[in-house]
T-cell receptor, first 117, second 112 residues
């Protein structure tokens, strides 16, 4: 079975440019999560969706960040304009509804390594 | 609020040594508990889980027991291998929309 697919795997761009990260969750999963991982701050939840609807975006660092999920098989995370402090690894994860049983795990993609120069 | 605390790393062990990575949590109710592993350059993978008190999760020689009385979920392995070198994350969910609360991660390095 295909896992969570993220693209691109690596992105290097200059400060001020728009960056778009993409995610395809596992088919049939109801939840989609965006995380950011840095050495300084560890793993941070940015936003998550349930059935394509944003549920909690309290982790989005500022208005430069936005996320959308136009359908059940695709989500984007945009940064505009990008800044050097946005450099990090961004992960997407998906999971099934909790109602199917306690402790449904999240399945992670391999991440996008973003470098803003 | 809910939180997870792991022992600080890095942890360096020789091959075949015994491993313990401590994890304690703070949460109301009865959360589900997880250990995830992250190998270099990869995303996190579920290693094991436990959904109620006294449950023992196990996988690939690793195990952890859900201890409600001590709010702990320590990860153990009897004999580590070089291939176990990775970062290990403890996490919980209170089953509210699948949101996970992660610990800060513990880096394990196993030397031959």
């Amino acid at each position: 079975d295909a896992g969570v697919i993220q693209s691109p795997r690596h992105e290097v761009t200059e400060m001020g440019q728009e960056v778009t990260l993409r995610c395809k969750p596992i088919s049939g999963h109801d939840y989609l999560f965006w995380y950011r991982q840095t050495m300084m701050r560890g793993l941070e939840l940015l936003i998550y969706f349930n059935n394509n609807v944003p549920i909690d975006d309290s982790g989005m660092p500022e208005d430069r960040f936005s996320a959308k999920m136009p359908n059940a098989s695709f989500s984007t995370l945009k940064i505009q304009p990008s800044e050097p402090r946005d450099s990090a690894v961004y992960f997407c994860a998906s999971s099934l509804m909790e109602g199917l049983g306690a402790g449904q795990p999240q399945h992670f993609g391999d991440g996008t390594r973003l470098s803003i120069l | 609020g809910d939180s997870v605390t792991q022992m600080e790393g890095p942890v360096t062990l020789s091959e075949e040594a015994f491993l313990t990575i401590n994890c304690t949590y703070t949460a109301t109710g009865y959360p589900s508990l997880f250990w995830y592993v992250q190998y270099p350059g990869e995303g996190l993978q579920l290693l094991l889980k436990a959904t109620k008190a006294d449950d023992k999760g196990s996988n690939k020689g690793f195990e952890a027991t859900y201890r409600k009385e001590t709010t702990s979920f320590h990860l153990e392995k009897g004999s580590v291998q070089v291939s176990d070198s990775a970062v290990y994350f403890c996490a919980l969910t209170r089953n509210q929309g699948g949101k996970l609360i992660f610990g800060q991660g513990t880096e394990l390095s196993v030397k031959p």
